[in-house]
């Protein structure tokens, strides 16, 4: 992950755009995914939104090198969760 909390945020933006347009991709090629694909698409949303809170409350932690390393590990699982939904669709 970015070493930067401005370059975590670009990172974290680009790999749920990434998933959000391959989800409409996918919407797209087959036309039967709208429903779980709007709904996988507002989850992402939802769970962007909620990382993006979680690396601006960084100011109040103590140990910013342990609260980072635990948020990148969130980050990880929950991307890879999306992905293995995205490519379920």
């Known amino acids: 992950m970015a070493t930067s909390i401005r ?43 909620e990382i993006l809170k979680k690396i601006n409350a960084h100011r109040q932690t103590r140990d910013k090198k342990a609260y980072f390393k635990e948020l990148n590990r969130e980050i990880e699982a929950k991307l890879k969760e999306f992905r293995e939904k995205v490519d379920a669709l």
């Open 7 to 49: 370059g975590l945020k670009k990172e974290v933006k680009a790999a749920f755009e990434r998933l959000i347009g391959d989800v409409l991709l996918v919407q797209l090629a087959s036309g039967e995914a709208g429903k779980e694909g709007n709904a996988l698409i507002n989850r992402m949303v939802d769970t962007y939104e």
